[in-house]
């Protein structure tokens, strides 16, 4: 499996018992275990990704405005150099390999449709993940409204029960856990959690790919840690 550089410090899981109480500890101190680093679901490009720039190449910038003149071939250039990080960030929104293809393709359609708004303030991919954001949100929204979540209580599945995460755990069924975590929350709670613990975003970053202030972000940020660490320890053995 290949390996990625983050700014975010991991913990350990082959040191200690990575139990619940821990998670708590490592949620807490901007830390996620090691099970959503090794697991592809939750790989992403961080910042040290080529295509994490400060400002586009004079070749990309002279590439997007001929897709802005409704140029196809040149917007195809675009899918073809963006489309491998944008994948990555969409696996953040759900487990499904299908879903997410589609969650990718639905994030070029609407930069298509749009990119006469992009005005060179900041890289293109940064514009092209503001939209994915919008695009997974709407998709974690229509999995509220369809799907019933089914808490630990109702289910016997071992990836809805609790766990002491330790050396013996697949990364897959860590990674499992950690999923549902996150899926018993409001979509709001859920994003603000994932672009800052899992995309290792600052609090200015957040707030400009999710649309909101930073002051809003931040009492987001603190509201969905609360709910997430009372989540964690209802289901403490």
């Known amino acids: 499996m290949s390996r990625f550089t983050s700014k975010l410090t991991f913990a350990s899981l082959d040191s200690h018992r990575y139990s619940v109480q821990s998670a708590v500890a490592s949620l807490a101190n901007w830390q996620y275990g090691q099970a959503i680093q090794a697991s592809g679901t939750w790989r992403i490009a961080m910042s040290s990704s080529a295509n994490e720039v400060e400002q586009d190449s004079q070749p990309t910038v002279a590439t997007i405005r001929e897709a802005q003149s409704g140029s196809g071939s040149a917007f195809g250039k675009l899918v073809e150099l963006y489309q491998p990080c944008i994948g990555i960030q969409m696996r953040r929104f759900t487990r499904d390999s299908r879903a ?127 709910k997430m660490i009372a989540i964690i320890e209802r289901y403490e053995p």
Request: glycine share 4%; hydrophobic share 40%.
């Open 100 to 226: 997410c293809e589609e969650l990718t393709h639905d994030v070029f359609v609407e930069a298509y449709f749009s990119i006469r708004s992009f005005r060179f303030d900041a890289p293109f991919v940064h514009w092209l993940r503001r939209i994915a954001v919008r695009v997974g949100y709407r998709y974690w929204k229509a999995e509220k409204r369809d799907t019933r979540i089914v808490s630990a209580e109702e289910s016997n599945s071992p990836e809805f029960a609790p766990v002491l995460i330790d050396h013996s755990t697949s990364a897959s069924e860590a990674a499992d856990y950690v999923h549902w975590l996150l899926s018993q929350l409001t979509p709001p709670d859920r994003l603000i959690l994932t672009v800052i613990y899992l995309d290792g975003c600052s609090i200015k970053e957040a707030a400009f790919r999710c649309g909101w202030t930073v002051t809003g972000t931040k009492l987001r940020l603190f509201r969905a840690r609360k």
